[in-house]
């Protein structure tokens, strides 16, 4: 349902072969403009094949490169409540990693060929999770904000035309449901505190701000892949008009417990659209190329793992491994 399965190299071949094509290349985009969706064995252009691979490999990366910075706070979680949330919370988001893994496999790029990507740095993940969770606040603020982020975002791209990518975005934002509202609880619950927790949730919201804007991509005149994505539904909304959601959802209920962003331009217009301060694009692209405050930690984390767990794989995918059953 979600993939797990390659595409035989064979079939690869004739489809690169006829991807040249008008003909095909005309009737891919009727089923594109019906509305269907493109299951792996049907014929489409490479460059939908490469663009999906691109994106959907980034957001797997994203899923479990994003459980660290939350994950580093399972054991100083303020209450058994909260931790046994967290503990969950996390589990969830490697299982999304797991779903979109084998969404991007049904393409034709192996696991083990995105994980060599991921940590050589030649594969992206998303620019939030290269900042530390310096506090519980910030655990909030990541449950909250960058969930409800993530929600606009995945909302958005799960009505897209690739079949395995889309569903597998439709249950990731059920559990992200799930997830916004423990962010928002925690959030909550700071906000409506003592000083000390609120200025601590205010500092983390500070912090978290720039990251939040970026999360959505550069603005639309600035993007690469925008046109050719909303093109062929891959995207279905623009970077500025996800960006612009969000901020239409969420700026006030921040707003409403007391709290504020580090931005003074930040408003809406009669039209509906938001305006913020030059959000310091440089940042962004020097933590998108691997620069960002904890890029080099969090691959050392992920190789570190990949590392240890080799022995596990090998026992795997060992085709004459003896087996012990188990005894009752
Ligand atoms: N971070 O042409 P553009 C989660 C790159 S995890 C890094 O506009 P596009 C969660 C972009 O790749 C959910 N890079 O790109 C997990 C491109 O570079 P390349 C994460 C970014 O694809 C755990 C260049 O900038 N969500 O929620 O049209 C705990 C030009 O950009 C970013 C996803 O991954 C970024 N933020 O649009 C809690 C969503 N933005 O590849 C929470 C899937 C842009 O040419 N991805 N770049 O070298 C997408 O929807 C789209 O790829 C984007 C960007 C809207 C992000």
């Not at 994980?115 to 909250?144: C, E, H, R």
């Not at 619950?189 to 978290?208: F, I, K, P, Y």
């Not at 190789?303 to 794989?313: D, L, M, N």
């Amino acid at each position: 349902m979600y993939g797990g399965g390659y595409i035989p190299e064979e079939e690869k071949r004739k489809q690169q072969h006829m991807e040249e094509d008008p003909a095909k290349l005309a009737e891919f985009e009727a089923r594109i403009d019906n509305g269907e969706k493109i299951e792996p064995h049907d014929w489409m252009p490479a460059e939908y094949r490469k663009q999906l691979i691109r994106m959907i490999e980034q957001h797997a990366h994203s899923e479990i490169i994003g459980s660290l910075p939350e994950g580093t706070w399972i054991t100083r979680a303020p209450s058994f409540k909260r931790k046994m949330a967290l503990i969950a919370k996390v589990q969830d988001e490697i299982g999304h990693g797991q779903l979109l893994y084998n969404a991007a496999e049904t393409l034709g790029k192996s696991r083990e060929q995105m994980m060599q990507d991921l940590l050589t740095g030649k594969s992206k993940y998303s620019n939030v999770f290269n900042y530390p969770a310096k506090t519980w606040a910030d655990v909030a603020v990541i449950g909250f904000l960058i969930d409800a982020a993530a929600i606009v975002n995945q909302v958005a791209n799960s009505k897209g035309s690739y079949g395995p990518y889309s569903r597998a975005l439709e249950r990731i934002c059920y559990e992200e449901s799930f997830h916004l509202k423990q962010g928002h609880d925690a959030f909550v619950a700071l906000a409506t505190g003592t000083e000390s927790q609120r200025a601590m949730l205010q500092d983390a919201v500070n912090r978290w701000y720039r990251p939040i804007i970026h999360f959505f991509g550069p603005s639309d005149k600035d993007s690469v892949h925008t046109g050719k994505l909303m093109r062929w539904k891959v995207k279905m909304m623009t970077n500025d008009a996800m960006r612009n959601q969000f901020l239409s959802s969420y700026v006030p209920k921040v707003w409403e417990l007391g709290l504020s962003f580090p931005d003074p331009k930040l408003h809406k217009d009669d039209n509906g659209e938001w305006h913020f301060s030059d959000p310091n694009w440089d940042e962004f692209y020097q933590v998108i190329k691997g620069n960002g405050p904890c890029n080099a930690e969090r691959l050392a984390v992920r190789s570190w793992v990949e590392t240890q767990h080799k022995w596990i794989r090998e026992a795997l995918f060992n085709p004459n491994a003896k087996y012990t059953l188990p005894l009752s």
